[in-house]
Nanobody, 126 residues
Framework: QVQLRESGPGLVKPSQTFSLTCVVS?????????WSWIRQSPGKGLEWMGV???????KYNPSLKSRTSISRDTSKNQITLKLSSVDPEDAAVYYC???????????????????WGQGIQVTVSS
């Protein structure tokens, strides 16, 4: 049974950088999938942030690329999202999800992802 579990700070101050971790169990992050970070802000739809594939290659949403970094630790079977220079608009529920390769901000859809974490709420406030 594949499970994804996000963890990280629930409260971040404006202008700071935060990191979220997604620990994967039941599958290897080096298997033939792509692992994405997706967020949902209050009153808004889902926003695709970026992806790291089985080979470690990454793609990002151009609107967030300058502030976003996705990395992995294969020894711990986990992926990490780092978002810098946050502001209140970055407050959201952040999800990690397993999906197909070659997904991008232009062709992604939540139905293309077959496994999701439970999500983690991040609040941005001073």
């Amino acid at each position: 049974q594949v499970q994804l579990r996000e963890s990280g700070p629930g409260l971040v101050k404006p202008s700071q950088t935060f990191s979220l971790t997604c620990v994967v169990s039941g599958d290897s992050i080096t298997s033939y999938y792509a692992w994405s970070w997706i967020r949902q802000s209050p009153g808004k739809g889902l926003e695709w942030m970026g992806v790291i594939a089985y080979d470690g290659s990454t793609k990002y949403n151009p609107s967030l690329k300058s502030r976003t970094s996705i990395s992995r630790d294969t020894s711990k079977n986990q992926i990490t999202l780092k978002l810098s220079s946050v502001d209140p608009e970055d407050a959201a529920v952040y999800y990690c999800a397993r999906g197909p390769l070659r997904v991008t901000v232009d062709n992604w859809s939540p139905v293309r992802y077959d496994r999701w974490g439970q999500g983690i709420q991040v609040t941005v406030s001073s």
